[in-house]
């Protein structure tokens, strides 16, 4: 199978957040945050795979910065790893003001995904070509996350 590179996977997903996107105090549920994430980080190793997935682990999701009613969330997702059947993406959100033109973090998280086939059973996966130095240092670090998260399920 023909490996294929970071930057193949790439994907940017921005959404205006609305009034019943928010709380009482305007800012966005975590929770929504959260599912445009994993649909970001989702479309990432499909479109790497080529393959329907599945997310099987998310790695720490801390939120940095509030995500306010008005402003503008973009999710950037990438694979970072890929292994037989599963793959890791980094999946990297920022609140938009868009009157002001401030920008900031708010947060990043790595999500798991396994490739399934015509009838839902894992299924390989290209494997992942890091070309640049933060695209090999990831793809270490990823290696490093699956050790941890291996570990914790033994």
Not at 19 to 40: P, Q, S, Y
Not at 102 to 108: I, P, Q
Not at 128 to 150: D, N
Request: glycine share 8%; charged share 25%; aromatic share 4%.
């Amino acid at each position: 199978m023909e490996g294929k590179r970071v930057e193949e996977s790439r994907i940017v997903l921005t959404q205006l957040m609305n009034v019943t996107d928010a709380n009482t105090l305007g800012n966005v549920h975590g929770g929504l945050i959260m599912k445009l994430c994993d649909e970001a980080g989702g479309m990432a190793a499909s479109k790497h795979s080529r393959h329907a997935v599945v997310t099987v682990a998310v790695d720490s999701m801390r939120f940095h910065s509030p995500v306010r009613i008005g402003d503008l969330l973009t999710v950037t997702a990438e694979v970072t790893w890929t292994g037989r059947t599963s793959m890791e993406t980094r999946v990297y959100a920022t609140a938009e003001n868009v009157l002001s033109g401030e920008v900031t973090h708010t947060n990043t998280a790595f999500f798991v995904y396994v490739g399934l086939d015509a009838n839902g059973r894992p299924t390989p996966v290209p494997p992942l070509i890091p070309q640049t130095e933060t695209e090999k240092r990831r793809f270490a670090e990823a290696q490093e996350r699956r050790k941890e998260r291996l570990r914790a399920r033994a």
